[in-house]
């Protein structure tokens, strides 16, 4: 069965997830396009390439509490209660494929796990694509899992549900019945690579200096790891708050910085800036391959878009080609 | 749950050097303590609360209610860990990753290779094989130290001569030592019988690959060579991405290796240090 959602009804319906749900969609704050919590779908988005950051963030949110202690006679240990049911709307395929793809990594990952399971997600369709966007490399442009997935045709979303909740939802009578699937235009993205074998490429040029003289200029900034939808990696750091109690939290961290692997004595296994890249695009492309066979890239272009030093990952991985 | 630690209590503490001291720990949860087992080599993750966590390697037999690791003073949390007490209360997070495979040891001669506190990992190995002498073959210790005074666990040294051979060196000559001086690859000559032994080695990664190379020249076979690396494990289950060598996880597919599947590692290179 197939649907629609008439756009002038996206606000009620909207409403309606917020009877039940805690609504995350894109909104503008600052200037830029973000998903934030909202209290009106008066504030969301629709004019929007993608956010300014993936939704990483309500999954493996930075200085999540994993636990608190206390110290007394002896040591107690409390965990956060988090259950809230959330929806997001407004994600695009990438984002929504990189979810899937961290599921594959942090699905055991209790802190991760439950903010998935507790949280619905409406994709909806790109239109069209930034300058920095190469989804199309790895097929994710397409969806592979969601609740709802919404493509804008104009006046209405066409409306395909992709879960048990989905199916559920879509009987209710703000959405029309359609009797024919919608045909998308397929999405183009100026910037293409073959992805299939790039493993291989990276392998084959692990002694070659084109990392020095291309990653030269890298500043260690770590923007790029920040803005990745597929950058989990993270530091376990203990937060006192007075002598006798305080908190663990999960930190994200990144490869790219000289703390990621500095360990008694200040000995830095990575000191080199070139190996530290190395092992940010050997673990997306050549490490990941190997132990969960996929790639940790979506192509959404935000390494790109936010490199203070201008570098241009997807045209390294054009180079190696 | 995943990160939390148990409880446990160090029940004893015992100077070894100036700056190392092999804390005795028992967890306080009954059953776990009970069913607390591991194989020699593995590492558990020792935390200080408000400090910080750590991995350190078990260095006590798996045969008893309690585990015991040794720590060097060198940062905040083993700093932390050296101004706690006996009956204080410390987190703990294991055994986790993947020891030295004991099973496969049987009938074998063992020649463990350590340098420094990198005996830690191999005295659990020898109590391991102490408790279950008639399955092994010869065992035998090459130590190599910095100093006389860092030497760790004197006592049991002693003890151990006089059931195997244990051959000590120190890098430089000193007052009261009369045995060899320079590296522990020096002691290498004093294995007999290459075949039918396994090695294990422990130590910084310097010694570890010298050691390799000098096992090398005596044509043993890669797969017998079995290794303990160590890096910065923070989450101990192969997700952090703190501990990764190109794609393995000392953590997880560690810290013990064969040195077969750690020789083509791009980021160990260690063939041309």
């Known amino acids: 069965m197939h649907y629609s959602l008439k756009k002038t009804d996206l606000p009620r319906f909207i409403n309606l997830l917020r009877e039940n749900y805690e609504v995350i969609a894109p909104v503008k704050k600052n200037g830029v396009v973000i998903f934030n919590r909202i209290s009106s779908p008066k504030e969301i988005v629709t004019d929007y390439i993608n956010t300014l950051y993936p939704p990483k963030n309500f999954f493996l949110p930075d200085g999540e509490i994993l636990f608190e202690y206390r110290k007394s006679k002896k040591i107690e240990i409390k965990h956060p209660e988090d259950a809230k049911k959330r929806v997001i709307y407004g994600m695009r395929p990438c984002d929504a494929n990189a979810l899937v793809k961290l599921d594959k990594i942090l699905g055991g990952d209790y802190y991760y796990r439950r903010k998935r399971e507790n949280t619905r997600i409406i994709v909806v369709n790109c239109n069209q694509a930034g300058e920095n966007c190469f989804c199309t490399s790895f097929g994710d442009n397409e969806a592979k899992e969601f609740d709802l997935l919404f493509t804008d045709v104009g006046e209405k979303f066409y409306v395909k549900p992709g879960s048990k909740w989905g199916k559920e939802l879509v009987k209710i009578n703000i959405f029309s019945k359609e009797r024919k699937a919608f045909e998308r235009n397929s999405l183009e993205c100026k910037r293409y690579f073959p992805a299939k074998g790039i493993e291989k490429r990276i392998e084959k040029s692990f002694n070659s200096k084109i990392w020095e003289e291309y990653f030269e200029k890298c500043f260690s900034c770590t923007a790029c790891s920040i803005v990745c939808p597929l950058c989990y990696c993270f530091d376990l750091v203990h937060s006192p708050e007075s002598k006798n109690k305080g908190k663990v939290k999960r930190v994200l961290s990144s490869c790219l910085s000289l703390e990621f692997s500095r360990v008694a004595r200040n000995f830095v296994f990575r000191s080199n800036r070139a190996d530290r890249v190395k092992q940010f695009i050997s673990h997306k492309f050549l490490y990941a391959k190997k132990n969960y066979n996929q790639y940790l890239c979506v192509g959404c272009g935000r390494c790109i878009a936010h490199c203070p030093a201008d570098i241009d990952f997807e045209k390294f991985l054009e180079m190696i080609g | ?273």
């Open chain 2, 1 to 273: 749950m995943i990160y939390t630690p148990e409880i446990g209590r160090i029940r004893k503490i015992k100077k070894e050097t100036r700056d190392a001291r092999t804390f005795r720990i028992e967890l306080e949860n009954k059953e776990l303590r009970d069913n607390f087992y591991f194989q020699p080599g593995e590492f558990v993750l020792i935390s200080v609360f408000g400090i910080g966590e750590a991995p350190f390697s078990i260095s006590s037999s798996p045969f008893k209610k309690y585990f015991e690791i040794t720590v060097r003073k060198v940062g905040n949390v083993t700093g932390a860990l050296f101004n706690l007490k006996e009956g204080n209360y410390i987190g703990v997070r294991g055994p986790y990753g993947r020891g030295f495979p004991m099973d496969e040891f049987e009938g074998k001669n063992l020649i463990l290779i350590a340098g420094g506190c990198g005996l830690a990992p191999l005295k659990s190995v020898i109590e391991y094989i102490l408790e279950k002498r008639e399955k092994y073959g010869k065992l035998a210790l090459l130590y190599g130290v910095k100093t006389l005074a860092s030497i760790l666990y004197k006592k049991e040294i002693k003890k151990w001569r006089r059931i195997f051979d244990v051959y000590l060196i120190v890098e430089k000559k000193e007052k009261n030592w009369k045995g060899d001086v320079g590296v522990v690859t020096r002691l290498i000559d004093k294995i007999e019988d290459f075949k039918n032994s396994v090695f294990c080695i422990c130590g910084p990664e310097q010694m570890i690959s010298e050691v390799i190379n000098s096992l090398k020249k005596k044509k043993v076979n890669h797969a017998d060579i079995f290794v303990s690396l160590e890096r910065k494990m923070q989450c101990g289950l192969g997700l952090c991405e703190h501990c990764n060598i190109n794609h393995i996880y000392v953590c997880k597919d560690g810290p013990v290796f064969r040195y077969s599947e750690l020789e083509n590692l791009e980021e160990l290179k260690w063939e041309e240090k």
